[in-house]
C-alpha cells in the first residue's frame, strides 16, 4: 500500500553539476507527472508521462531538463548543468490513468538547492 | 503569467467557525478545478474537484463554489478544525489537455483551537 516515492528527500549540489531525481509511482498507476515549486510559487507543471504514448515535454523548462520512465514504473528527472534558479522542490505525481476526474497522488517531493 | 490566483497568501479562523478559501482563474479554457491540500514535509493531496457544468459540489465538511461568469472558486470548510490547518492549493485545467494541470500558489490556513 506505499504511496508514491522519491529519492533523495533532499539534494545540495553546486551550479553547474548534473542531478538525477527518482520518482517511484504507485503499483499499477500509467500516468506520471513531474512539477517543481520554486519558492513563492504555484506548482509548474513540467512533463508528464501517460503508458507507452510520447511524454508531454511541453512544460519543461530548458533543453538541460530531461526525464525518462521505464515503463510504467520508475522515473527519472535529470537537470544538466544546473543553475540557481533550478532551486525548488520537485514533486512527482501518479494516477491510475490520465482521464479526467482522475486524482493525481503526489510523492512528498525532492528539495533541490544549488550553490 | 500566473493563470491561477490565490491572493490570501494566509488565513486564519477560530475552530468551528467557515473558513473560506479564494481562487480567480484568468484561462476561460478551463473547465474543471481542483482542491489540493499539503502538509508540511507531505506532497499535496486531494481534496475535492468540479466541473465546469456545476456551480457546487460538497463532500461533507467541505464544498467548492464555481462562479465561471467572474472566473472565481471558493473552497468552504464549515465546521473548521485544528487537523485542517495546511497549505490549500487551487488548480485547473482545460478539458482538451486535462493532464496538464496549472496550479496557484496556495493560501496557508490556521484553524486555532
Known amino acids: 500500500g506505499a504511496g508514491v516515492s522519491q529519492s533523495p528527500s533532499n539534494k545540495v549540489t553546486e551550479k553547474g553539476k548534473d542531478v538525477e531525481l527518482r520518482c517511484d509511482p504507485i503499483?499499477?498507476?500509467?500516468?506520471l507527472y513531474w512539477y517543481r515549486q520554486r519558492l513563492g510559487q504555484g506548482l509548474e507543471f513540467l512533463i508528464y508521462?501517460?503508458?507507452?504514448?510520447?511524454?508531454?515535454k511541453s512544460g519543461l523548462p530548458s533543453d538541460r531538463f530531461s526525464a525518462e520512465r521505464t515503463g510504467e514504473s520508475v522515473s527519472t528527472l535529470t537537470i544538466q548543468r544546473t543553475q540557481q534558479e533550478d532551486s525548488a522542490v520537485y514533486l512527482c505525481?501518479?494516477?491510475?490513468?490520465?482521464?479526467?476526474?482522475?486524482?493525481?497522488?503526489f510523492g512528498p517531493g525532492t528539495r533541490l538547492t544549488v550553490l | 503569467d500566473q493563470q491561477v490566483k490565490q491572493n490570501s497568501p494566509s488565513l486564519s479562523v477560530q475552530e468551528g467557525r467557515i473558513s473560506i478559501l479564494n481562487c480567480d482563474y484568468t484561462?476561460?479554457?478551463?473547465?474543471?478545478f481542483l482542491w489540493y491540500k499539503k502538509y508540511p514535509a507531505e506532497g499535496p493531496t486531494f481534496l475535492i474537484s468540479?466541473?465546469?457544468?456545476?456551480d457546487k459540489n460538497e463532500d461533507g465538511r467541505f464544498t467548492v463554489f464555481l462562479n465561471k461568469s467572474a472566473k472565481h472558486l471558493s473552497l468552504h470548510i464549515v465546521p473548521s478544525q485544528p487537523g485542517d490547518s495546511a497549505v490549500y492549493f487551487c488548480?485547473?485545467?482545460?478539458?482538451?489537455?486535462?493532464?496538464?494541470?496549472?496550479f496557484g500558489i496556495g493560501t496557508k490556513l490556521q484553524v486555532i483551537p
Open positions: 505525481a501518479s494516477s491510475f490513468t490520465s482521464d479526467l476526474y482522475n486524482e493525481q497522488f
Open positions: 503499483s499499477g498507476h500509467t500516468a
Open positions: 508521462f501517460q503508458g507507452n504514448s510520447a511524454p508531454d
Open positions: 484561462n476561460s479554457m478551463f473547465d474543471y
Open positions: 468540479i466541473s465546469s457544468i456545476k
Open positions: 488548480a485547473a485545467s482545460a478539458i482538451e489537455r486535462y493532464q496538464k494541470v496549472t
